[in-house]
């Protein structure tokens, strides 16, 4: 590791100060995407040890970097929000700098990409990606070599693969921070995944409030094109691969897969029923493969490490919300939930106890204080009526009410609809006029009835996931919650 000085750039230290501080550096500096604990932002680092350039509580940032650097706190390699990491898809984050394609190289960049393509073997590579067991990392854990192979399968000369890199979930940015920090690790991922199913376009969808992930992914993209990465004879081999950026609006339901499709193709982003899938009819009628940007981003390190190294994977967290200590982190897949938010987050802050935890955004739900000891695995968590999602982690204090969460997120997801169908449509405003109606301590016990009732109407009948599992917040916060919705009752109200 380079013992010259580092200072992260990304989106959450520019917003500390952090490029302030570049322009007055009188030293040489390498710019490098996020360093991981963000609340102690901005940071630098000079070797291996990791510097906290955060003024105290009160006072302004330091009017020069050297000034900065003078008073800055060194964070432990030993603090368990470090330790406890297990950085392989953000391995390189931190260190290279992600503006500098020779500087990817030299840490390894594209060195699985022409390992592959030398062996010359597609089939072997979705071998090696299904006996992993990597899930897709975007929320819906679906095998990832079973997806690969059902598309390499399609009998058809054209195919695509796809980049979903709509990261919409209030608190997340996991995708942000391996775009705006090592995007030729996903540009690697995406040239393997098109070579093992046959394909030789590709996009990246990702929304227009990330301009710093767009910058950095269009110049990494013509910096690989200029050094045969990318484009035509790869390597110098018969591959070829072109990926082109497709900047969305901001529309929340163009994370799910067909509405992304149409917004690619220049449509209105709408979601379609279900078959025909994107493996077999995809963008432009093509077949296409869609995983999310994390799912790219362990490819790397998986055929570099092997099956049995590799192991279980890891997972990349946003870490956020009533904790002492924010920012993004990449643990072992399992890791206990109380260890991610007490030993690594540092808990609750000073005289307060932590309520819950909010996986899955909008999709997901909240999980008490007392289920802390759950593994953050796919099935455990689904089992607690939440899911894993993208990756955002939202932690409450006791000083949250649960009703009044549930209601933010049924507003997002109200909002966020696309009005196609009309569960989703009508049904996401009724849940929101229920709640609030809870919330202004008007409702009866038959309100409660019917806002549970008509959670499961729309989870049974919307048309795509984000209607499916907008009631998830509800319903999971009526489960471990329910007594902050019973002293919401009018007064008198009995419940049976």
């Known amino acids: 590791m380079s013992s010259c000085l580092r200072l992260c750039t990304a989106a959450s230290c520019r917003s500390r100060g952090a490029m302030a501080l570049l322009q007055s550096s009188d030293r040489p500096v390498k710019e490098v995407g996020c360093l991981g604990p963000c609340s102690e932002g901005p940071l630098a680092a000079e070797g291996a040890q990791l510097l906290s350039l955060k003024p105290a509580e009160g ?65 072997a590579v979705i071998d090696t990606v ?21 598309v390499a399968a399609m009998p058809s000369d054209q195919k695509v693969v796809v980049c979903n890199a709509d990261e919409g979930d209030p608190g997340a940015f996991m995708d942000r921070t391996l775009m705006e920090g090592d995007p030729h690790t996903l540009l690697e991922g995406m040239a393997i995944a098109a070579f093992a199913v046959g394909a030789a376009q590709g996009f990246i969808y ?77 963008v432009f009628g093509l077949p296409t493969l869609i995983n999310n940007v994390e799912t790219f981003g362990n490819i790397p390190p998986l055929l570099r490490l092997g099956v049995e190294a590799y192991g279980a994977g890891t997972k990349v967290f946003s870490l956020t919300g009533h904790v002492q200590r924010s920012g993004v982190l990449e643990v072992p897949m399992g ?3 109380r260890t991610i938010v007490e030993t690594m987050g540092g808990g609750a802050p000073p005289g ?17 204080a007392s289920a802390l000891n759950t593994p953050v695995d796919y099935d455990s968590l689904k089992a607690l009526g939440t899911i894993m999602g993208s990756g955002g982690m939202v932690v409450m204090d006791d000083t949250t009410n649960m009703v009044d969460i549930a209601a933010f997120f049924i507003a ?8 196609k169908c009309i569960p ?3 049904g996401t405003v009724q849940l929101e006029m229920l709640l609030r109606k809870l919330l202004e301590r008007r409702a009866s016990a038959a309100d409660l009835t019917q806002l549970e009732a008509l959670c499961h109407t729309v989870a049974d009948a919307s048309l795509c996931g984000l209607g499916q599992s907008a009631p998830k917040p509800v319903l999971s916060t009526l489960r471990h919650f329910r007594g902050d919705y019973l002293e919401l009752l009018e007064p008198g109200e009995v419940v049976r």
Do not use: M
Request: proline fraction near 8%; hydrophobic fraction near 35%; charge should be positive.
């Open 412 to 419: 997002f997801s109200r909002e966020e609809s696309c009005g």
């Open 130 to 150: 299904r006996r992993s067991g990597l899930r897709g990392r975007g929320g819906a854990g679906y095998p990832t070599g079973l997806k690969w192979a059902t």
């Open 424 to 426: 989703c449509r009508s």
């Open 352 to 368: 307060r106890q932590i309520k819950a935890v909010q996986t899955g955004g909008p999709s997901g739900g909240c999980i008490p």
């Open 206 to 282: 990702i929304r227009a409030e990330y301009p710093l992930a767009i910058e950095r992914l269009r110049r990494a993209i013509a910096a690989a094109e200029a050094r045969g990465w990318l484009g035509t004879a790869i390597g110098g081999s018969r591959f070829s691969f072109g990926i082109e950026l497709r900047v969305g609006a901001g529309a929340y339901v163009c994370g799910e897969e067909t509405a992304l499709i149409h917004s690619i193709e220049g449509r209105r982003g709408v979601p379609r029923p279900r078959p025909p899938y994107p493996a077999e009819h995809g």
């Open 59 to 123: 006072e302004p940032l330091a009017p020069s970097l050297g000034a900065a650097l003078a008073g800055s706190r060194a964070i432990s390699a030993d603090d368990p929000f470090l330790k406890l990491q297990r950085r392989l898809v953000l391995a390189r984050c931190g260190v290279v700098d992600p503006g500098c394609i020779d500087d990817a190289l030299a840490q390894g960049a594209y060195q699985q990409l022409q390992a592959v393509l030398a062996a010359n073997n597609p089939s």
């Open 335 to 337: 890791t206990p939930l």
